[in-house]
């Protein structure tokens, strides 16, 4: 058996964009991760992708796999193998491409920096109860794969922050530790929070399930944001 991959290849250095087609011998337990190693030792050492634990945590290795934001470390190609069809590996949607299945997330890891989305201590220290915690862990599960941000359609809005980091305000917004506390919920007013379409594409793209649209819903209805 055979996987048949069609890869998109962008040289930056002349702006050329192709798709290229190659097959691989399938293997047990391979991966997409596994089988585009494959094809850079053994078939086109020149084709550039991004991978690091190969453990499903680091989120570097995301990319699209027929059009949907996968984990190329975590999903497996049998399914893929067995319908006998080519399947299309692009780089991340609205992200600018680097080379071949490379994308850009430094826009992103920017904003994150300019709303300062992380935890600002406060002089004392408060203990958070364990009911809590167990629902500050879904928002903090987030690896930063980028796939639900490339999987949401409103980001084309510039001033839109996105479901990534609207996770990420949740999280701040609900944790006692914080000094910052309710002005959280303001950067995300002033994000375009209620710009969210509640298509639940998000959700759907996210591999660690921390549910972005469920948090911002969460947040529109938060006593301190509705009006």
Known sequence: MELKLKLYRYEPQSGQESYQSVSVPYEEGMTFLSALQKVKE????????????RAGICGTCAVLIDGFPKLACREQVLPYVLSGKEVVIEPLDKFKVIKDLVAEGDEVIKRMKELKLWVKEREKNIPIEPKLARELEKSADC??????????????????AGPLLFAKIYRLFKDPRDAMGSERLGEALATNLYHCLSCNKCNNACPKEVEPATLIRELMLSPEGVS
């Open 143 to 160: 690896i930063l794969c980028f796939a639900c941000h490339s999987y949401c359609p409103q980001v084309l809005e510039k001033e839109y």
């Open 42 to 53: 053994e078939i086109d050492p020149t084709l550039s992708f991004r991978a690091f634990c």
